[in-house]
């Protein structure tokens, strides 16, 4: 069979009708582009002189990465000028950014990560980039921070890249979740996964168990009754993984199954992972390979922002493990 290309693929679900417009086929288009060229540079590392801090901090006090910095510049650089987009909202940056004067814009609202996995970078650990599309509120009207803070449920299209042994792209236009392999000889990513499926159950979580002095009792709870294996509560043996990157963490979950929690706990009392960018484009994969996506309670999609950078507590993948997480809290 003919590999089926991004391209290929957005213009087939094009013509399905659904959210895929010729606008958002150009958005899609544009951002995986920019994830070629932010995994080149990370291919290069070292030798494009892109490892290290970059001297600077961000909007919430972190300290920058010069790949956050160049990643950022990337997707910016990639998306001002196409006309498809009315503003982008990225953790690097405090405010929306605008497209430029002079050129035209579009229907809808960029939202990314540009580097996520930040503490990776110089540990040559996967690390990648998520995003997530909304429709731009008043089609004409000035955009402000408010014209993003919309639930994740109106998200049109999300997803993400991982710059890993493969780079890949994972995506969702609200027809399933699909994966792409960047064929590099082609400069084009090619459909790998036409269907991800999340297995129902799984005996795998992904916490980082250093905070567990902070977490609140129904996750200390749940977290030892999966350590007490076999003899213990569930009846049966639990395996852990922790990539520290939640690409990285979440591509092994829609891969094999698993669970990823990032709670809110005493000290990160909102949550660590920021809504817009990190815990809603996830959501929607994940619902839309099957999975379920809670910040442990609450579904992820149905939670009305309240600020761009918003914290939030994450505990998303199989199933039926993301309702035991919520029954621990009952
Ligand atoms: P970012 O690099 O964009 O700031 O995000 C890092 C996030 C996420 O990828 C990962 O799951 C988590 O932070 C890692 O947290 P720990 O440092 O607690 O392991
Ligand atoms: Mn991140
Ligand atoms: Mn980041």
Known sequence: MKPITLTQYLIEQQRLGGHVTSELRLLIQTVAQACIAIGHAVNRGALAGVLGGAGSDNVQGEAQKKLDVISNDILIEANEWGGHLA?????????????????????????????????????????GTIFSV??????????????????????????F??????????????NGT????????????????????????????????????????????????????????????????????????????????????????????EGRLRLMYEANPMAMVIEQ???????????????EPSALHQRIGVVLGSKNEVAQVAQYHQ
């Not at 950014?97 to 809808?108: F, I, K, N």
């Not at 499926?197 to 902070?214: P, V, Y």
């Open 87 to 127: 503003a982008m909202v990225s953790e690097e940056m405090e405010h929306p950014h605008l497209m430029p004067a002079g050129y035209p814009t579009g229907p809808y609202l960029l939202l990314v990560d540009p580097l996520d996995g930040s503490s990776n970078i110089d540990v040559n650990v996967s690390i």
């Open 178 to 269: 699909v994966s792409f392999t960047l064929d590099r000889d082609m400069g084009t990513f090619v459909l790998t996964a036409p269907a991800v499926k999340i297995n129902e159950d799984t005996g795998e979580f992904a916490i980082n168990m250093s905070n567990q002095r902070h977490w609140t009792a129904p996750i200390r709870r749940y977290i030892d009754d999966c350590l007490a294996g076999k003899t213990g509560p569930r009846g049966k043996d639990f395996n852990m993984r922790w990539v520290a990157s939640m690409v990285a963490d979440v591509y092994r979950i829609i891969s094999r199954g698993g669970i990823f929690m990032y709670p809110a706990d005493q000290r990160y009392k």
């Open 161 to 174: 890249a991982v710059y890993g042994p493969s780079t890949m792209l994972v995506l969702t236009v609200g």
């Open 134 to 159: 909304l429709p731009c509120p008043a089609a004409g009207a000035p955009v402000t921070a408010a014209s993003f803070l919309q639930p994740g449920s109106n998200q049109v299209a999300a997803g």
């Open 289 to 303: 390979a099957g999975g379920a996506a809670t910040d442990g309670v609450r579904r992820i999609l149905d939670i």
